[in-house]
C-alpha cells in the first residue's frame, strides 16, 4: 500500500516526525504538480493520501483525487472550502474523507492534450471501434475508414513532431478526444511517452484469437507489400525475427510475437493503473456491438446512447482461411501465454 502526505514545511504545528507517518512519503505542498505528472511517484496512483495543509485550490484536489488507486481515499483537513468540491464525503476527526468508486477522471484545460487512446491489438476490430464511437456526439476520434489516414503514429514514429503538432490533430470543442494507433499495445517503449502527455489517459484494447489475429496480419501485409506463404513467414520468424527489438519496421512482420498479450500487458501494468484501461474481446464484440461499445462510453464517463447504428469494417477482401494445421500449432504455441492471460484478467477467452 503506496501513501503520501503533503504538508506545509512552515506549519509549525505539525510533526512530520510523528510515527503514525512513518510509512508515508512526505511531500511539501509545493511538490504537488510534480508529483502529478509523475516526477516523484511513478506512476502516480496511490491508495491513500493526507493533505495537512488549508489552502490548495479546488484543482489541486481533483489533482490528487484523479491519482487515488481503486477504494483509495483522500484525507483532506476539515476547512470551508474544501467542503464544496465533491458531493459526498464523510468525517472523521478533523479531517474529510473522500473515496475514489470510480474511474472518474478531472480533465483541466490547461493540460488536456488527449482523454483517451485505442492501442491494440492490431487486427483486432480497433478500426471499426474508432469510426462507431466517432457516432457519439461527446467524443473526437478520427473515424476514417482508411488506417494510413486515422492513425497517428505520434508515440510509434512521429514523436519528434511535438505535442503542439500532436494537439492540432483534435476537436476540443468535443468531451472527450482520442485516437487509435493499435500497434502501441507491442511497442513498450512509447508507454513512457503516453505516460509523459497523460498519465490518466484512459486506454482501450481489444484482443483477438492470436492464431486469428496472426493470420489476418499476414493477410494484411501480403496485401500491401507482398510476402511468402503464412507457414514460410512463421519459419522465418522463429528462425530471424523472435529475438529482434520490438521497434515500429521490424514489428511489421512480428506474427507471431505480437499474439503474446500476457507479455504485451504486464509491461502496460507497469505505466498505467488497471482501473484506466479496458479491455474487451473481439469475438464478444462481433456477437454484441452494442453491449460491448456501451461499456466504451461507461469507462469514458459518457452517455450511453441507444440509436447509434454500428457497423463492421473489413480492411481487406481476402476472404483465405488459415490452415488447420498452421492454426494448431500457433495455439500451441500460444496456450501457455493464454491461461497466463485468462488467469491475470480473470476472464475465459474461450481461444483454447
Given amino acids: 500500500m503506496t501513501k503520501i502526505i503533503f504538508y506545509d514545511s512552515k506549519d509549525t504545528n505539525f510533526n512530520i516526525n510523528n510515527k503514525k507517518y512513518i510509512d508515508m512519503h ?63 464525503y464523510t468525517t472523521y476527526k478533523k479531517f474529510i474523507i473522500i473515496r475514489r468508486i470510480d474511474n472518474y477522471i478531472y480533465v483541466f484545460p490547461q493540460y488536456r492534450i488527449i482523454e483517451f487512446i485505442i492501442m491494440g491489438t492490431q487486427k483486432g476490430g480497433t478500426t471499426a471501434l474508432a469510426y462507431n464511437i466517432s457516432k457519439h456526439p461527446d467524443i473526437y476520434i478520427n473515424n476514417d475508414k482508411d488506417p494510413t489516414k486515422s492513425e ?45 502527455i497523460n498519465p490518466y489517459i484512459k486506454i482501450i484494447i481489444i484482443l ?23 507457414e514460410e ?18 514489428a511489421n512482420r512480428h506474427f507471431i510475437r505480437r499474439g503474446f498479450y ?32 456501451n461499456k466504451v462510453f461507461e469507462f469514458l464517463n459518457i452517455k450511453k446512447i441507444d440509436n447509434i447504428k454500428y457497423e463492421s469494417i473489413h480492411e481487406t477482401k481476402n476472404t483465405d482461411k488459415i490452415n488447420i494445421d498452421t492454426y494448431n ?15 491475470l484478467l480473470n476472464i475465459k477467452t474461450n481461444w483454447i
Fill in 26 to 88: 512526505k511531500l511539501r505542498s509545493g511538490q504537488l504538480l510534480n508529483y502529478y505528472k509523475g516526477g516523484i511517484i511513478n506512476p502516480p496512483f496511490v491508495d491513500k493520501i493526507i493533505v495537512m495543509c488549508s489552502y490548495y485550490t479546488a484543482e489541486n484536489i481533483r489533482m490528487l483525487y484523479n491519482t487515488l488507486n481503486m477504494n483509495g481515499k483522500l484525507c483532506l483537513i476539515n476547512v470551508k472550502n474544501y467542503q464544496n468540491i465533491f458531493n459526498k
Fill in 233 to 250: 513467414e512463421i519459419e522465418d520468424e522463429i528462425k530471424y525475427r523472435y529475438t529482434q527489438n520490438i521497434t515500429f519496421a521490424p
Fill in 262 to 293: 500476457h507479455k504485451q500487458l504486464l509491461k502496460l501494468f507497469k505505466w498505467f493503473p488497471r482501473h484506466n484501461i479496458l479491455i474487451l474481446l473481439q469475438e464478444e464484440i462481433l456477437k454484441d456491438m452494442k453491449t460491448e461499445y
Fill in 152 to 196: 497517428t503514429h505520434f508515440f510509434s514514429i512521429n514523436w519528434v513532431a511535438g505535442v503542439e503538432y500532436y494537439k492540432t490533430l483534435f476537436d476540443y470543442s468535443k468531451k472527450v478526444v482520442g485516437e487509435k494507433t493499435p500497434s502501441l499495445m507491442y511497442l513498450s517503449h512509447t508507454f513512457p511517452l503516453i505516460q509523459q
Fill in 208 to 230: 483477438r484469437n492470436p492464431a486469428n489475429r496472426a493470420f489476418s496480419h499476414y493477410k494484411m501485409i501480403k496485401e500491401k507489400w507482398g510476402a511468402k506463404t503464412f
Fill in 329 to 343: 500449432r500457433l495455439m500451441t504455441i500460444y496456450k501457455e501465454d493464454i491461461l497466463k492471460l485468462e488467469e
